[in-house]
């Protein structure tokens, strides 16, 4: 057993296999459709990916909700009481309130556990730079690292955490109040794509417009030539996708040709980030000189 847990949230977005590969503990998120409230497992136990989109793409929408303190305290309870500590990966606060409520949980599991120590990091991430945080926490702790280093490099580097997004469906981001309802129509009607960023603050602003499916996917490309760092070749790749795995594998192929990167990860946007961003979104996750 390791000598502290590490505990994220599905926002991640990390499917189970990996997430026991890692050794890696995922909370459930909660997603409401059809007015039915779903929780977001890692295995997709209550709903999959493709359904989900499915059904948004025929019109229904989701809605989602932050982990509360309560669940906080029965998730984490377990753990502590087996004699780990634990670092709290959550995500960002610049989206959700999820990371208050986890502090909330902290300091009431702090008094009822003294002898454990508990760390919460606000990752500010949402997605696959959540998830990749995650995966060099864990790369981290399997290399001997601590509770506290771990904690650390996490802290130092997530505002190098470049989070790179684009959508197909610009009404979804209407509805999030993204963008304006007269932007949408006639971004749609002129198949505009926004590129879009995940900033220092944790939350999500559009940078950039294109013209067309294609372009939008060679301006994330552009954008990982322009911020990522000098080992670039020789980092793990993480893209996700919102059931678009072919746009995916495009991207894919366009890094490996222009920047000679390697390893990747593919891997669906999730239920409670895709509630937000629809189908047909394409995110690129490294890290970079900057966010």
Known sequence: MPNFAIVTDSAAELLEELAAKWDVR???????MGGKSYLHYADYRQMDAKTFYDRLRKGEMATTSAINP??????????LASGQDVLLLVFSSGLSSTYQNSLLAAEELRVEFPDRRICV??????SGGQALLVYHAARLRESGAGLEETRDWVQANKLHMAHW??????????RGGRISAATAVVGSMLSIKPVLHVDDEGHLIMMSKVRGRQASIAALMKKMKETGNSDIKDQTIFISHGD?????????ELIRKEIG???????YVGTVIGSHSGPGTLALFFLGSKR
């Open 261 to 267: 990167c390697k390893t990747f990860l593919i891997n």
């Open 121 to 126: 990091v606000d990752t500010l991430a949402p």
């Open 70 to 79: 309560q669940s906080y305290l029965e998730y984490l309870r377990p753990i």
């Open 165 to 174: 997004f684009t959508v197909d469906d610009l009404m979804f981001l209407k």
């Open 244 to 252: 678009c795995v072919e746009d995916a594998k495009k991207l894919e």
């Open 26 to 32: 995922i909370m459930p998120m909660e997603f409401t």
